[in-house]
């Protein structure tokens, strides 16, 4: 009979200083640009020596892949839709995390670390929308199903929802209204073609 695991002391010391050490960079990314957050400067945030972060993250890479985690994380994005339906009401979804966590989104938005999201969450969205929009129009030459799913796309990243909220000043119930609006137009378009 095998016993259940049982953290050491140790091992809960290590995943709370690691935390910690998150958590302040996250902070610090809020506050500030990605090129501050510094290995320094989170050892100072996290009031730990920046011996302790190095001990968690051994480069400055290694600590940008775990905010990157951590920003993911925090953002609690839905996950990628696997129907028409999920994809129409994925906007609302998508647009409500972006804006309950509004500054570590705009924080993120054009930096490092959400180039490191794109290539893991934001790539299996795109995967997702790619298969639904041939599912729909599987008769469509392949570069227009490319270029509809590449529209719609627009409409579910980070990016569309600053450009509304923003740019144009709307609010996050019209922002949400003008991405389902321009998602329901290119399927629409779509399949009367098809």
């Given at each position: 009979?095998?016993?259940p695991t049982i953290a050491t002391l140790a091992e809960r010391r290590n995943d709370l200083s690691q935390r910690l050490i998150l958590e302040?960079?996250?902070?610090?990314?809020?506050?500030?640009?990605?090129?501050?957050?510094?290995?320094?400067?989170?050892?100072?945030?996290?009031?730990?020596?920046?011996?302790?972060?190095?001990?968690?993250?051994?480069?400055?890479?290694?600590?940008?892949?775990?905010?990157?985690?951590?920003?993911?994380?925090?953002?609690?994005?839905?996950?990628?839709?696997?129907?028409?339906?999920?994809?129409?009401?994925?906007?609302?979804?998508?647009?409500?995390?972006?804006?309950?966590?509004?500054?570590?989104?705009?924080?993120?938005?054009?930096?490092?670390?959400?180039?490191?999201?794109?290539?893991?969450?934001?790539?299996?969205?795109?995967?997702?929308?790619?298969?639904?929009?041939?599912?729909?129009?599987?008769?469509?030459?392949?570069?227009?199903?490319?270029?509809?799913?590449?529209?719609?796309?627009?409409?579910?990243?980070?990016?569309?929802?600053?450009?509304?909220?923003?740019?144009?000043?709307?609010?996050l119930e019209d922002s949400i209204a003008a991405a389902e609006t321009a998602i329901r137009q290119t399927i629409n378009g779509l399949q009367?073609?098809?």
């Amino acid at each position: 009979m095998s016993r259940p695991t049982i953290a050491t002391l140790a091992e809960r010391r290590n995943d709370l200083s690691q935390r910690l050490i998150l958590e302040a960079a996250l902070q610090l990314l809020e506050r500030t640009s990605i090129t501050e957050v510094t290995a320094r400067a989170v050892a100072k945030q996290a009031g730990v020596s920046e011996r302790t972060v190095f001990r968690y993250f051994a480069t400055r890479e290694d600590l940008l892949e775990a905010i990157a985690d951590e920003v993911r994380k925090a953002l609690a994005l839905p996950p990628v839709p696997s129907s028409l339906e999920e994809l129409l009401v994925l906007p609302s979804a998508l647009y409500r995390a972006f804006e309950a966590k509004a500054e570590l989104t705009k924080a993120a938005l054009h930096t490092e670390v959400f180039n490191r999201m794109r290539l893991t969450q934001a790539k299996e969205r795109w995967a997702a929308v790619t298969r639904l929009v041939d599912e729909l129009a599987p008769r469509r030459a392949e570069r227009e199903r490319r270029i509809a799913a590449a529209n719609i796309r627009f409409y579910l990243a980070a990016t569309a929802w600053h450009y509304f909220r923003f740019y144009f000043g709307f609010n996050l119930e019209d922002s949400i209204a003008a991405a389902e609006t321009a998602i329901r137009q290119t399927i629409n378009g779509l399949q009367k073609r098809a």
